[in-house]
C-alpha cells in the first residue's frame, strides 16, 4: 500500500516548456486534489476532483489544467510554464464519503519545480 | 481572501518546554479543524484534529483547544522535543463541502 505517489520528484523547466506532473493513489479515495506550497503562503487550492469525471478550480488555477484519468490518477499540467510557478507542488486524495473521520486527506512526497 | 490565519510563522522552544501555535478562522460552516505535520522533503501528515462541539483534544502530547465563540483554535506541543522540530499547518472545513483551507504554517524548532 503505496498511499499517493507523485512523478516527478524534481525538474527543472525552460520558460515556456510544458509538462505534466501525475499523481496517483491506492487508497480506493473517491477525491483528489492538487496544491502548491510556497514559503509564506502556506498551502494553496490549484484543482481539486470530488469524484472521478469531475473536475474544479481551487484558489489559484491561472496556467494549470488537470486530467481525472480514472479514480486512481490525477495530473497537472502546466502548458507553458513561468517562473512564477516555481513551487513545490502536492497531490492529496481524501476518501469522501460519509463521516467526519472523511475530510482527512493524505499528502504524497511533493515534486519540486523550477521554471527558469 | 485568507479564511484561516495562522500565527507566530516561526517558533523556537527550548526542549522540554510547550510550543503553542495559533490559528484564526472566519467561515462558521466549518466543522472540521485539522492540524498538519511535515518534515522537511516530505508531504503534510494529519496530526490531530477536533470538531467544533468539544472544546479540547489530547492525542499524547500534543493537544487541541478550540474556541468557538471567538472562532479560534491552538495548538499545543508539551514537553517539547527537537525530533518535534518541523513545520506545522492548522486548516479547516467540513461542512459538507471538500475543500480544507490551511493556514501560512508555523515553523517550529526545538532546541536542546
Known amino acids: 500500500n503505496a498511499g499517493v505517489t507523485q512523478t516527478p520528484k524534481f525538474q527543472v523547466l525552460k520558460t515556456g516548456q510544458s509538462m505534466t506532473l501525475q499523481c496517483a493513489q491506492d487508497m480506493n479515495h473517491n477525491s483528489m486534489y492538487w496544491y502548491r506550497q510556497d514559503p509564506g503562503m502556506g498551502l494553496r487550492l490549484i484543482y481539486y476532483s470530488a469524484s472521478e469525471g469531475t473536475t474544479d478550480k481551487g484558489e489559484v488555477p491561472n496556467g494549470y489544467n488537470v486530467s481525472r484519468l480514472n479514480k486512481r490518477e490525477f495530473s497537472l499540467r502546466l502548458e507553458s510554464a513561468a517562473p512564477s510557478q516555481t513551487s513545490v507542488y502536492f497531490c492529496?486524495?481524501?476518501?469522501?464519503?460519509?463521516?467526519?473521520?472523511?475530510?482527512?486527506?493524505?499528502f504524497g512526497p511533493g515534486t519540486r519545480l523550477t521554471v527558469t | 481572501q485568507q479564511q484561516v490565519k495562522q500565527s507566530p510563522q516561526s517558533l523556537i522552544v527550548q526542549k522540554g518546554g510547550i510550543s503553542i501555535i495559533n490559528c484564526a478562522y472566519e467561515?462558521?460552516?466549518?466543522?472540521?479543524f485539522p492540524w498538519y505535520q511535515q518534515f522537511p522533503g516530505k508531504g503534510p501528515a494529519l496530526l490531530i484534529a477536533?470538531?467544533?462541539?468539544?472544546s479540547e483534544k489530547k492525542e499524547g502530547r500534543f493537544t487541541i483547544s478550540f474556541n468557538k465563540s471567538a472562532k479560534q483554535f491552538s495548538l499545543h506541543i508539551m514537553d517539547s522535543q527537537p525530533g518535534d522540530s518541523a513545520t506545522y499547518f492548522c486548516a479547516a472545513g467540513g461542512g459538507g463541502g471538500n475543500k480544507l483551507t490551511f493556514g501560512t504554517g508555523t515553523q517550529l524548532k526545538v532546541e536542546l
Open positions: 467561515n462558521t460552516a466549518f466543522d472540521y
Open positions: 477536533i470538531r467544533p462541539d468539544v
Open positions: 492529496a486524495s481524501r476518501r469522501g464519503t460519509s463521516g467526519w473521520s472523511s475530510y482527512e486527506q493524505y
